[in-house]
T-cell receptor, first 112, second 113 residues
Framework: EDQVTQSPEALRLQEGESSSLNCSYTVSGLRGLFWYRQDPGKGPEFLFTLYSAGEEKEKERLKATLTKKESFLHITAPKPEDSATYLCAVQFYGGSQGNLIFGKGTKLSVKP | ETGVTQTPRHLVMGMTNKKSLKCEQHLGHNAMYWYKQSAKKPLELMFVYSLEERVENNSVPSRFSPECPNSSHLFLHLHTLQPEDSALYLC????????????FGSGTRLTVV
């Protein structure tokens, strides 16, 4: 059973068409939730950390929010350069040495 | 050079070969990780080193052998691999194990033939 589930698996948007990516988790005792961006042929790049329900973080056209059971990555007026795979990871208290558990990712394509 | 550097970027090896992957970080971090990334699967944690000591080994087959000679370098020694070991192998580092903001390298794309 997956502890971190991301949806949708793939998302195609037109440039300027805002949308949201979802990350839901089943672990209890969340210590932190992390968003990464991964471009083809590269390693993941850290974007945000969220620690408590109600917290929000923003960076350019991206805004991450957190509730008790899920996180959303909102993309406002996306551009083609936002195309990438977005990964979510959770870290929980009592987890093995605090290691991250990753979801499978959402592949975002933004067409001009 | 800054960040996390992995070499080689691509590697093709036969099932009887022995090869090593190298990772180097210039960030002053004290924790380093090896991850395996396969298509349609989440990143799988393989090994964790904290302060140069191995603290995690996630049931990884013995054909994968890590080495951390100092806080800046991490190796993954490979021998008698199987075709299903073909994947992208990623190295990451962080300041403390509880920091989830890892810095990843670009990975080594491994193909076992």
């Amino acid at each position: 059973e997956d502890q971190v589930t991301q949806s949708p698996e793939a998302l195609r948007l037109q440039e300027g068409e805002s949308s949201s990516l979802n990350c839901s988790y089943t672990v209890s005792g969340l210590r932190g939730l992390f968003w990464y961006r991964q471009d083809p042929g590269k390693g993941p790049e850290f974007l945000f950390t969220l620690y408590s329900a109600g917290e929000e973080k923003e960076k350019e056209r991206l805004k991450a929010t957190l509730t008790k059971k899920e996180s959303f990555l909102h993309i406002t007026a996306p551009k083609p350069e936002d195309s990438a795979t977005y990964l979510c990871a959770v870290q929980f208290y009592g987890g093995s040495q605090g290691n991250l558990i990753f979801g499978k990712g959402t592949k975002l394509s933004v067409k001009p | 050079e800054t960040g996390v550097t992995q070499t080689p970027r691509h590697l093709v090896m036969g099932m009887t070969n022995k090869k090593s992957l190298k990772c180097e970080q210039h960030l002053g971090h004290n924790a380093m990780y090896w991850y395996k990334q396969s298509a349609k699967k989440p990143l799988e944690l393989m090994f964790v080193y904290s302060l140069e000591e191995r603290v995690e080994n996630n049931s990884v087959p013995s054909r994968f052998s890590p080495e951390c000679p100092n806080s800046s370098h991490l190796f993954l020694h490979l021998h008698t691999l199987q075709p299903e070991d073909s994947a992208l192998y990623l190295c990451a580092s962080s300041q403390g194990q509880l920091s989830g903001g890892y810095t990843f390298g670009s990975g080594t794309r491994l193909t076992v033939v």
